[in-house]
């Protein structure tokens, strides 16, 4: 993506300077500056270090066009009819949007949870959310992305099936009552992590109690106004119930919460 792109020439082309003119000083000396190269050969390995991480973070998982049963029969009031959506093939985060990227791209990192670059950025409202996947070239998923990527392509209320939860997801049962690193539990069968739990994930779309009553079967992109966003997939203080790929979070928009993040996603041809 040429906003990644931007960015590691930025700090390559920095160096690259930098490094010229260490060597130029150390050569006006006979070489007697070793202090000053291996200083910025140290901020040149750490400056790599960075940007191979940033680039495996913001790795995308293509999702290929395809219907699932949206909503849950079981679920609550919010979450039912259980309907057929076809969507197209879209694109989506492999990982929550981490600490390291949100300050690369933002300038700030807004997180109550600080020193932990890997752990996902929480604290965001959803228009500081929408603002970031804007800022590298992408969107926030719709609600009907977000469950498909969640389900795997597999189904039922955990795409792990009713057991095992604690290999795939930080919740309230394992997390220590803090977000985790993300991509340190199992992938879902679309290689997504974190999907249930660690933070819940801000989606595009209005919320609106009745929504599936009128839910487009193509593409659905939400109610066209509301009062309060959705939000998806539970977070690192919650329980097994409240991590279910079906249920339906919402809150107001402008709130901050420290369990709260998000990831993006892109349509089809966009990374
Ligand atoms: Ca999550």
Same mark, same amino acid.
């Given at each position: ?144 992305? &977000? ?7 597999? !189904? ?13 997801? &930080? ?25 249930? !739990?660690?933070?819940?994930? &801000? ?69």
């Amino acid at each position: 993506m040429l906003a990644k792109r931007s960015g590691r020439f930025w700090g390559g082309a920095l160096l690259s300077v930098l490094l010229a003119a260490a060597g130029a000083g150390a050569q006006e000396t006979g070489g007697k500056e070793p202090g000053a190269r291996d200083a910025l050969e140290q901020m040149r390995l750490k400056l790599e270090k960075e940007e191979m991480e940033l680039e495996r973070l913001s790795e995308m998982v293509f999702i290929p066009a395809g219907s699932f049963d949206m909503g849950s029969a079981s679920g609550a009031a919010d979450e039912k009819p259980v309907h057929r959506v076809s969507l197209d093939g879209f694109y989506i985060s492999k990982y929550e949007v981490t600490q390291l990227q949100y300050e690369k791209w933002m300038g700030e990192n807004p997180s109550y949870f600080k020193n932990c670059p890997l752990c996902p950025v929480e604290r965001v409202t959803h228009a500081q959310a929408n603002a970031y996947c804007l800022r590298v070239g992408q969107r926030l998923p719709t609600e009907a992305e &977000w469950e498909r990527a969640a389900h795997g392509g597999v !189904g039922g209320e955990y795409s792990w099936g009713e057991e095992h939860g604690e290999r795939f997801a &930080w919740f309230g049962n394992n997390s220590g009552q803090r977000p985790r690193p993300v991509g340190t539990r199992k992938a879902n069968a679309f290689g997504l992590h974190d999907m249930a !739990g660690n933070v819940w994930e &801000w989606v595009a779309d209005w919320y609106d109690e009745d929504y599936y009553r009128v839910s487009p079967a193509e593409n659905p992109t939400g109610p066209r106004m509301g009062k309060q966003r959705v939000a998806r997939g539970g977070g690192w203080g919650h329980s097994p119930e409240q991590i279910r790929h079906s249920l339906r979070d919402h809150f107001d928009p402008r709130t901050r919460y420290i369990n709260g993040g998000f990831r993006c996603a892109a349509s089809k041809g966009k990374p």
